[in-house]
């Protein structure tokens, strides 16, 4: 077989049939379609149909998503595992583009809510499926780099609907649902003419027993290291571990830079929009620079990551008394939400690093079960919340957080450069 790091002068070759480039890109332009999603429902709290709505609703209206992001991580997860990660893939595409067209037309609550949910059905097959490709279908020394790189395009895509949001704010929500409709239509072109060259799991292949098949396209990837034989570890302390870092990064993340808005600063114009541009443009940054700090090993890399997050909210919670000035608080949210992404970015290496290629996705999706349902109760609970309690919440979400990946630097495995296909 070719060394992938012998190809084209030590570079991955990207002119086969099958190529490391197509799913690449692929998998970002699903990632960056997931960003613009998820930031639709927040952001519409500025329309008038939405901010009219009672405190309760608009509670309701905020979890709603991650509901149905949590049926697509399930649902699709699991026919990814039965029926091959390709297929799942081609067809999210279908969901969440139906989901964009009705958004575009929805000018109540209940069209958009069914707009919302079937794209963010869409995404969440979508994520666990491509979490699951690029783990199985690139080498090994370059596995946690891209599960860095491509998850961060979720926050650029937020960044890039939220900023258009904010510079369009004084114009009609027509103007705004239109660049949305257009972002979201180029993204989609762009996933649907790569998505047809991305290979089947050479590894889900051979979990199914096609060898020759699960050959070809390893050949056509330029594999051929499969890195460190390990078993593959307790499932249940996998499952326990992923879902508290999962509480701690997910629900800090929501809280910080999708709901804080909506509830505490409604009465300052456009500035939901502005909080979530300053947070993901924070996140973004932090993603491209966890690329490179992966690799110094998943233990110590998790435990910083967490340690820095609980820092920061430890100095927000300082500054408190002046957190309605944008000065003070959007700064201290970008460097928040660097720490978040480089838990994020944990999170999308161990989560497809610690399961068997058999149940992949679907434990993937399982995982999601517990940061998922607890986001959906903090949107309720800290709704009679508190300015200062809100933080302090957060702040005890990023301790519990530490804490975890401090038991699992003692007690888990190290998965820079194991092999995806675990030992019997």
Do not use: C
């Not at 599960?147 to 705004?176: D, E, K």
């Not at 050959?215 to 499952?239: F, K, Q």
């Amino acid at each position: 077989m070719m060394n992938e790091n012998k190809i084209n002068g030590g570079k991955p070759d990207f002119t086969r049939r099958y190529s490391a480039r197509n799913l690449l890109i692929s998998a970002s332009a699903g990632m960056f379609i997931w960003g613009i999603i998820a930031s639709v429902a927040p952001l519409a709290t500025q329309w008038p149909f939405i901010s009219a709505l009672p405190r309760s609703y608009e509670a309701i209206f905020l979890a709603a998503p991650s509901v149905f992001l949590l049926i697509g991580d399930l649902s699709l997860g699991r026919l990814s595992d039965l029926f091959g990660r390709k297929a799942v893939y081609v067809s999210t595409i279908v969901l969440y583009l139906l989901g964009i067209f009705i958004i575009y037309f929805a000018y109540s609550v209940i069209p958009l809510i069914i707009g919302i949910a079937l794209a963010e059905i869409g995404v969440g097959g979508e994520e666990v499926t491509a979490l699951s490709l690029i783990a199985e279908d690139l080498p090994v020394r370059k596995r946690g780099r891209y599960l860095v790189l491509i998850p961060n395009m979720n926050n650029i895509g937020s960044f890039v609907i939220a900023f258009l949001f904010l510079y369009f704010y004084s114009s009609s929500i027509h103007t705004q649902k239109l660049y949305f409709l257009l972002l979201g239509i180029a993204t989609v072109f762009l996933a649907v003419y790569t998505r047809a060259r991305v290979p089947e799991s050479f590894r889900w292949l051979k979990e199914k027993g096609r060898d020759r098949a699960a050959d070809e396209i390893r050949r056509e990837m330029g594999i051929n290291d499969d890195g460190i034989s390990v078993r593959e570890p307790n499932y249940a302390l996998t499952l326990i571990f992923l879902g508290i870092i999962g509480i701690s990064q997910y629900l800090t993340f929501g809280l910080m830079a999708y709901i804080i808005g909506p509830y505490f600063f409604s009465n300052q114009p456009n500035f939901t929009s502005e909080i979530i541009v300053y947070a993901m443009a924070g996140a973004s940054v932090a993603g491209f620079i966890a690329m490179f700090l992966i690799n110094m090993g998943r233990k110590r890399y998790s435990m910083l990551s967490y340690l820095g997050g609980t820092v920061t909210m430890i100095l927000i919670l300082a500054l408190i008394r002046y957190i309605s000035d944008p000065a003070v608080f959007l700064p201290l949210l970008f460097l928040n939400m660097m720490f978040s992404e480089f838990a994020w970015a944990s999170r999308t290496t161990l989560e497809p690093e610690l399961f068997g290629t058999g149940h992949r996705s679907y434990s993937i999706g399982l995982v999601r079960i517990f940061p998922i349902l607890a986001y959906i109760a903090s949107i309720y609970t800290t709704s009679s919340f508190t300015l200062n309690q809100y933080i302090i919440f957060n702040l005890i979400l990023w301790g519990v957080g530490f804490i975890a990946t401090v038991f699992w630097a003692i007690y888990g495995i190290e998965t820079k450069n194991i092999s995806m296909d675990f030992t019997r």
